[in-house]
Nanobody, 117 residues
Framework: QVQLVESGGGLVQPGGSLRLSCEAS????????MTWYRQAPGKERDLVAR????????NYADSVKGRFIISKDNAKNMVYLQMNSLKLEDTAVYYC??????????WGQGTQVTVSS
């Protein structure tokens, strides 16, 4: 059974940092693209960052390039999102996602990130 559990969200001041974690079970993160999305109130869910199965290649939304870093620890079956220089507009619920063979998409429950002074 595929499960994704996000953690690490919280309240942070502008300019601060947070590291989100996604604990995966029921599959191995080394076999799939892993993606972080976010959804702000009243807005659509948008891609934030994606990492290839081997972890060699990443891509980011323009809005977070140079500030966020996606990584994975295949031994721990974990995916991370290091978020630096946080801005008010980064406030959202952040979700971990995997799309497996056949197109089945799995989501975690999300973790709230609030950037506020």
């Amino acid at each position: 059974q595929v499960q994704l559990v996000e953690s690490g969200g919280g309240l942070v001041q502008p300019g601060g940092s947070l590291r989100l974690s996604c604990e995966a079970s029921g599959f191995t993160v080394s076999s799939y693209f892993m993606t972080w999305y976010r959804q702000a109130p009243g807005k659509e869910r948008d891609l934030v960052a994606r990492i290839t199965p081997g972890g060699r290649f990443t891509n980011y939304a323009d809005s977070v390039k140079g500030r966020f870093i996606i990584s994975k620890d295949n031994a721990k079956n974990m995916v991370y999102l290091q978020m630096n220089s946080l801005k008010l507009e980064d406030t959202a619920v952040y979700y971990c996602n995997v799309v497996q063979n056949g197109g089945q998409s799995y989501w975690g429950q999300g973790t709230q990130v609030t950037v506020s002074s």
